[in-house]
């Protein structure tokens, strides 16, 4: 998909970011990634494997109410190859979490028998939490938080705004500050990611955004699509002649019977956001050939 003008960002304090994150990791046993389910590859950080080298890594596939479990299997099966600890969840209403624990443990099941054979028992086990902006990290937090036993303290030698909680099982979580990025170099990846509203649509062309959307939807979910603004075949090929179909079909009308096809993208970018069109996944996980 071609969107003409490249999708600009703004890395912020990258560097120090990074720097911040490689103390962090020093203090966890394991690095927990949420990321959003209907876009898994994309929302991720395209350097936490090498920065997070060694350690057990969770991806917690948020938003997963939102996504084709269909999608969502093949993911699992997809991260799992490749080592990961996989869990799909739901953390506005708390879905899946409740397993949250055991695969904390699991996953440091070797690390727990080498510090008891050190008589290092009660040793808790901590992960750091991380993820892009959007994926829904503070909801997890926030939902984590309000189940944990312990209050939210700040330890010493530990970099400030660093947040721990202590859950029910004594496990521990480290919120880390500051804005983890996506990779933002690859425009298919800013494409999805601006689908999804983790860009700001101050800075994107939101017709084209939306003609790109409708394009992928009648490719990949059509049925969705005919049934969500009850269109009819043949659809037309062209992305701007789907958005002009829709916003007819919507009433959006300005004078002698143009569409207003920046309200109509701006509406179906929004219903798409809020899982209106069904549940939805933008991206798949790589088939070998
Ligand atoms: P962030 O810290 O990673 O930047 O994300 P945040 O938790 O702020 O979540 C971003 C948006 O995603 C929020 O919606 C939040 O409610 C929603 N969200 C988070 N987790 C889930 C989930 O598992 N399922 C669904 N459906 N949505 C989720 P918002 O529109 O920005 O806020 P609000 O309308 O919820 O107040």
């Not at 494997?49 to 596939?61: E, F, Q, T, Y």
């Not at 299997?73 to 739901?90: E, R, S």
């Not at 394009?215 to 990949?220: D, F, G, K, T, V």
Request: net charge positive; glycine share 8%; aromatic share 6%.
């Amino acid at each position: 998909m071609e969107h003409s003008k490249p999708i600009q960002w703004f890395p912020g304090h990258m560097a120090k970011t990074r720097r911040k994150l490689k103390e962090s990791l020093s203090l966890v046993d394991m690095v927990i990634e949420v990321i959003d389910a209907r876009i898994p590859q994309s929302s991720r950080n395209p350097e936490l494997d090498s920065l997070a080298a060694g350690k057990p890594r969770l991806l917690i596939m948020n938003k997963a109410d939102m996504a084709d479990d269909a999608a969502t299997t093949k993911w699992i099966a997809y991260f799992q190859k490749q080592g990961y600890y996989v869990l799909p969840a739901d953390c506005k209403t708390g879905k899946g979490l409740q397993k949250l624990d055991t695969i904390l443990n699991e996953a440091l099941a070797e690390q727990k028998e080498k510090w008891r054979q050190k008589g290092m028992v009660g040793r808790p086990v901590r992960a750091m939490v991380v993820g892009i902006p959007n994926v829904g990290k503070s909801t997890f937090i926030n939902r984590m938080a309000k189940s944990s036993s312990a209050k939210t303290e700040d330890r010493p030698g530990v970099t400030r705004g660093n947040q721990w909680f202590t859950l029910k099982s004594g496990a521990q979580l480290l919120d880390t500050p500051g804005v983890l990025w996506p990779k933002f170099e690859d425009q298919e990846v800013a494409l999805r990611l601006a689908f999804t509203g983790a860009i700001r649509d101050q800075i994107l062309d939101c017709e084209e955004l939306a003609c790109d959307l409708l394009s992928l939807l009648a490719a990949h979910y059509r049925s969705f699509l005919l049934e969500r603004y009850k269109l009819e075949e043949p659809l037309p090929e062209m992305g701007y002649e789907l958005l002009e179909l829709v916003g007819r079909k919507r009433g959006m009308l300005i004078s002698r019977g143009e569409v207003d096809t920046t309200r109509a993208a701006n509406m179906i970018l929004d219903e798409y956001r809020a899982g209106k069109c069904g549940r939805i996944t933008l991206e798949h996980p790589p088939v070998k050939g």
